[in-house]
């Protein structure tokens, strides 16, 4: 059974950073494209970046791009999201995901197989 657990959320002011980090057990990670989302209260869960299998081309949301970065060690079977710039709109549970299959959008939620728990992410103004 495939597991992913997230750590490294927490509270920070806003302009500070955070690295979120997302293990991976009981499957093949080096095969798996992997995504960030997250969910603020009152709202609908979103994409926030994705790295393929590779760690090539990852792709972010408009509203993270150039200011979060995600990577991945296949050996440590982890995956990374390095949060700069933090504001207080990037409140929110975030959830790491695995999708096996490598096929479609990076951007749609339901394509992904394994979900972790998440980790909070609080930023103050």
């Known amino acids: 059974q495939v597991r992913l657990v997230e750590s490294g959320g927490g509270l920070v002011q806003a302009g500070g950073s955070l690295r979120l980090s997302c293990v991976v057990s009981g499957g093949t990670f080096s095969n798996y494209r992997m995504g960030w989302f997250r969910q603020a209260p009152g709202k609908e869960r979103e994409f926030v970046a994705a790295s393929r299998w590779s760690g090539s081309n990852p792709y972010y949301a408009d509203s993270v791009k150039g200011r979060f970065t995600i990577s991945r060690d296949n050996a440590e079977n982890t995956v990374y999201l390095q949060m700069n710039s933090l504001k207080p709109e990037d409140t929110a549970v975030y959830h790491c995901?695995?999708?096996?299959?490598?096929?479609?959008?990076?951007?749609?939620?339901?394509?992904?197989?394994?979900w972790g728990q998440g980790t909070q992410v609080t930023v103050s103004s």
């Open positions: 995901a695995a999708d096996t299959s490598n096929w479609g959008s990076p951007t749609v939620a339901r394509l992904y197989d394994y």
